[in-house]
């Protein structure tokens, strides 16, 4: 392995891929095309970004990056705190599955997903409602299958 393979390997891809495919989290948002990388209408909606936790290790093959996911309300308030927080627990438990699937030749593989710390009720400064959890994602660059 070379330092470049663990390089190559994007958590927030990875989660954000499959969060946005998971049945659960469609049903929990409302619908279809309610994941991103941004925020954005519609909503609610869940946005996947880099968190700002974590452990590179010894910057070889497995590492441990935090994946933030964030779980906007509407700007008006709606849903309330309760729904949005059920949101995303529902999408932690959701990213939780990748580690029980397959591995895919030539994907990355994840091996672990903790929280990093507590699911946070977090409203923006203009009062959009908004839910912030935190995930240490174990990850590691595809294997050479023999």
């Known amino acids: 392995m070379t330092s470049t393979d663990i390089a190559d390997v994007d958590p927030v891809a990875v989660v954000l891929a499959w969060l946005s495919e998971h049945p659960g989290v469609t049903a929990a948002l409302g619908g279809p095309g309610r994941v991103s990388g941004v925020r ?3 909503w609610p909606h869940l946005r996947v970004a880099p968190g700002a936790g974590g ?12 994946v933030t996911l964030e779980v906007y309300g509407d700007p008006s308030g709606w849903p309330g705190p309760h729904a949005l927080r059920r949101i995303a627990l529902v999408c932690a438990l959701a990213a939780k599955e990748l580690v029980d699937q397959p591995a895919v030749p030539g994907q990355p593989v994840v ?13 923006l400064v203009d009062g959009q409602p908004r839910h912030i959890f935190g ?4 990850i590691h660059p595809p294997q050479e299958l023999q």
């Open 40 to 42: 954005e209408a519609p």
């Open 55 to 66: 452990d590179l290790r010894t910057l070889e093959w497995a590492t441990e990056p935090e």
């Open 111 to 123: 091996s672990a997903i903790r929280p990093s710390g507590v699911l946070i009720d977090s409203p």
């Open 135 to 138: 995930l240490l994602t174990t």
